[in-house]
Structure formats: C-alpha cells, structure tokens
C-alpha cells in the first residue's frame, strides 16, 4: 500500500506564506471614460458580480475625461450605490490621451496590482478570475486578453474592422516579433511596479498604445501569460476607432521598428 507523500515543513511555510501573499493582494480596475453613461452602469455591476463571487479585494477607479453625455454624473450616482472604497473617481477636465489615463488612475490606485480594460462592454468581467488565476500560478509580470489563439475570437465587427485588427498583428508579428499574440488589445493585468515601468518608457498614444506595451515589455524581459478572451463590439455609443489611428498606428510601427 503506498500513502501519500508528507509535506515537508518548509515546503508547507512557502505554501502558507504564499497563501498569505496572495490573501493581501488587491485589483485596481482602471476604467477610462467617454461618452459611457448606458455602459457604465452595467459594467460596474458585471465586475462586482464576477469579483464579489470570487472573493477578491478591488476597486474600480473611474478615470473621465469631460464626457460631454453626463458620463461622470452617472459615475456619482454608482458611488452611491457600490460604496466609495469601491468606486474611486478621478475625472479629467477633457480628453487627454490613453496613455494619461493610465498615469492619473495609477497615482491613485491602492492596489498592487492593476487591471486595464474597456468601459463599453467589449471585455467581459468574467475574465479578470482567469487573468488573476493565470497570473497566480505563473507569477507572471502582464496577462492579456487575447483574441487570437485558443477559443479567443471576435463579434460584431464588420470585415473592415477585423481586416485592420488582423493586419496590424500580423505586421507587428513580421517586425518586431513580440512573443504575444495579440498587441492591439487592451484587456491586460499587470504587476503595478511593472505598469508604472512601462507607461514611463512608452510614448504612443491612442490605438498604439497598447501594442508599446508588449514590446517594452519584451524588452525588459517582463514575464507575459494569455488569456483567451471573446471581445464584443461595443454595445452603446460609437466605435473610436478611426482612419487618423490606422495612419498613428503606422507610424508608430515603423518606428518601433527602426529604435527596438
């Protein structure tokens, strides 16, 4: 008859400390705004439901930027109701940049660890268990969303769109091979020191922001997981997505081409 191994007592004092460490770990949710008001609402339920369920610490910090459709009125009205230890609001005067967002929502986060996502409902909550799961058992420094490997896929996009997202992977793919499948993404979680970090050293901004990211992170050898995720087209309001980004976008590549 075998018996099961015993654990060892420093086997079992890593493990504790370990649990301990993770017991202390906390999410910041950075949600940039703009014209969000019919999303907002739900977007907030969503995570507080799939973060709740899961037993994590958080909060959702809301980074407007002078939405001009009552977006941070809205926001007020959450914080209300969630609590303001869960709803934390950082407004902005306007538009200021993707990029800036991250900046002014980080100074103000409590947690050691940052969760970046879209507002308009194209990521689902029910990932952030998986990417912080990944993120645990790998002790990796990023996870990201992706949309191209696994079950990973996209709706609701027409074929215009799903062209310029596809063409954009595969060239920066071609030229600067960053070891992740998808660059264009903006559905991560991050170590903050690690965040903090990258922002500092990246100066795109928009739709080339998010792809920045993974190539400084190649090159300062931060660890980087995957999670397949299903992106959504955005539910309410407009896509802002448009030519002058595709030419930024481009620019950007050629670029990082020419100085990684």
């Known amino acids: 008859m075998m018996y099961p191994k015993r654990e060892t007592r420093s086997a079992k004092m890593a493990r504790d400390n370990e649990e301990k460490s993770r017991a202390g770990d906390k999410y910041s949710i950075l949600l940039p705004t703009y014209n969000e008001r019919e999303n907002l609402p739900i977007i907030i339920w969503l995570i507080c439901q799939y973060l709740d369920k899961s037993g994590y610490n958080y909060e959702i910090i809301v980074i407007d930027d002078g939405s001009p459709d009552g977006t941070l009125d809205v926001a007020k009205q959450l914080q209300k109701i969630y609590g303001e230890e869960k709803i934390v609001l950082r407004p902005r005067e306007k538009k200021l940049g993707l990029g800036t967002a991250y900046i002014h929502g980080m100074k103000h986060a ?29 002790n990796y420094d990023l996870v990201s969303g992706t949309r191209y490997i696994g079950n990973g896929g996209v709706y609701g996009w027409d074929f215009k769109r799903k062209l310029v997202s596809r063409g954009a992977n595969f060239l920066t793919q071609l030229l600067l091979r960053p070891g992740a499948s998808d660059l264009t993404g903006s559905f991560r979680l991050y170590k903050k020191s ?5 922002v500092a050293r990246c100066v795109s901004k928009g739709y080339v922001f998010q792809m920045e990211m993974i190539i400084r992170a190649r090159q300062l050898n931060y660890s980087i997981g995957e999670v397949p995720i299903t ?30």
């Open 231 to 260: 992106f959504v087209d955005r539910v309410y309001g407009e896509s802002k997505l448009g030519g002058s980004e595709i030419i930024q976008f481009a620019k950007a590549l050629l670029h990082l081409f020419a100085t990684t």
């Open 194 to 198: 690690v965040l903090e970090n990258l």
């Open 110 to 138: 409590t947690g050691n660890f940052i969760v970046i996502m879209d507002a308009d409902l194209s990521h689902h909550p029910k990932f952030i268990p998986e990417f912080i799961k990944l993120q645990q058992e790998g």
